[in-house]
């Protein structure tokens, strides 16, 4: 997830006609008294074209913008969808929206759901691992909400467990000083005894969960140190993610992480960086922006391509919402610009898992505005994504509070035309 929301006017919607209309108000009749932020709503709309040349990649002949060259190399094997669009106008319940299914925190992630309803492939490893990474220069405040990865009213053993970007990856995972395995494990065999005890006595579900996290955070302490030590991984491999894969905590180091932990057995993993929010910097932060994920990104699809896990593993590129086409700020300040919120179309990619490759779905309008052809809820994908996982999106429900919910509430659509 490419947290505060990729600009789809610079990098994937390629609008040759917007160049001649740089600095003109956007017409009434495209904007349609479309709900704006704080942030624009009293400014003049002036166009502003994209900032990079486009350029088509592949057989494929896809339009991508000369800020991703490497993922123009495997364009091939991607999905574009350019006609997603969101209720949401704000990070946070964009991303939650996006995550959850509603825009309102306490709803269980897709991630959770998905453990939920697939179920662990290893022993010594969570069903479900979250990882996230910003921008160098923190030019953006999006934070990192716990909820984004939670499990909201699902059993709390369903939520992400989130590797941290320094020191140990998961907290406690080291013994302390003067505790060896065996005293550790004498200790978890005695607290599970008193909490079966416990849950005999009351029956909380939450206390079978609490002795298989003891439980699962043991198998860890072998588990981790081990999937995070590259020393392991050939050179090529590990060039090809990027200059930045050796920085624990980067985007590219994450990408690198995300395909052993796929090779290890890992259901979901869920990368989130944050630093796309290009509000005065767009001239400035969005080429660092691309160069911290543009070779992971693309790495990340090719070394599964290259290792056969592509065809049974779906690799998901984009943001919470789009950004608008006209600008914010002055648009003739040479660094100081940028571009609000928008949430009536953006663009994401997919590849692998069942995806058809190297095809286009959906189409904007010429200001790269409003969908014209093959509107893509946000619902819409999360139906899509867990029929490729193998789920009926109206069948895994969970019943709390009196009512069975789902992820795509009663909503959602399969996309079935970007199905192989």
């Not at 290893?122 to 939670?150: H, K, N």
């Not at 995972?173 to 005894?193: E, I, T, Y």
């Amino acid at each position: 997830m490419q947290g505060g929301a990729p600009t789809h006017v610079d990098l994937f919607d390629y609008k040759p006609g917007l160049a001649p209309r740089r600095g003109q108000l956007l017409p009434p009749s495209v904007q349609m008294g479309q709900r704006l932020t704080t942030m624009t709503q009293n400014q003049r709309q002036l166009i502003l074209p994209g900032i990079a040349p486009f350029r088509r990649h592949g057989k494929s002949g896809a339009w991508l913008s000369d800020f991703l060259p490497h993922t123009g190399s495997i364009a091939d094997e991607l999905c574009f969808i350019k006609s997603m669009h969101t209720e949401a106008i704000n990070h946070a319940p964009a991303m939650t929206l996006f995550l959850s299914g509603a825009e309102q925190p306490g709803r269980p992630s897709m991630g959770a759901w998905l453990s939920y309803g697939l179920g662990n492939l290893t022993e010594d490893l969570p069903t479900f691992v979250v990882m996230t990474s910003r921008d160098r220069e923190a030019s953006c405040g999006q934070i990192f909400y716990d909820y984004y990865w939670g499990s909201g009213f699902l059993p709390s053993r369903f939520q992400g467990v989130r590797l941290r970007p320094s020191g140990d990856p998961v907290l406690y995972l080291s013994n302390p000083a003067g505790m060896s395995s065996a005293v550790r494990r004498g200790l978890l065999d005695d607290m599970a005894a008193l909490n079966r005890l416990r849950h005999a006595e009351v029956g909380d579900p939450e206390i079978v969960t609490r002795i298989a996290q003891y439980e699962m955070a043991y198998r860890m302490q072998t588990s981790v140190p081990e999937l995070t030590d590259l020393s392991t991984e050939p050179a090529h491999a590990i060039e090809m993610y990027g200059p930045d894969v050796r920085r624990r905590g980067s985007f590219a180091f994450n990408c690198l992480l995300a395909r052993r932990l796929a090779e290890s057995g890992v259901r979901f993993v869920q990368l989130i960086h944050a630093g796309w929010d290009q509000h005065s910097n767009l001239p400035t932060q969005l080429r660092v922006q691309c160069q911290d994920t543009d070779q992971p990104s693309a790495a990340l699809v090719r070394d599964l391509k290259q290792r056969g896990l592509l065809d049974d593993t779906l690799v998901i590129w984009g943001g919470e919402f789009g950004r608008t086409v006209f600008g914010q700020g002055d648009i003739n300040n040479p660094r100081q610009h940028g571009r609000d919120h928008h949430g009536r179309c953006f663009t994401i990619w997919m590849a692998g898992g069942g995806v058809k490759p190297g095809i286009t779905y959906g189409e904007t309008d010429d200001f790269c505005y409003n969908v014209v052809r093959d509107p893509v809820h946000v619902h819409d994908f999360q139906a899509t994504v867990l029929h490729l996982l193998g789920i009926d999106h109206t069948r895994l429900t969970f019943k709390f509070q009196g009512r069975h919910y789902r992820l795509t509430d009663v909503h959602g659509e399969v996309v079935r035309a970007i199905l192989a």
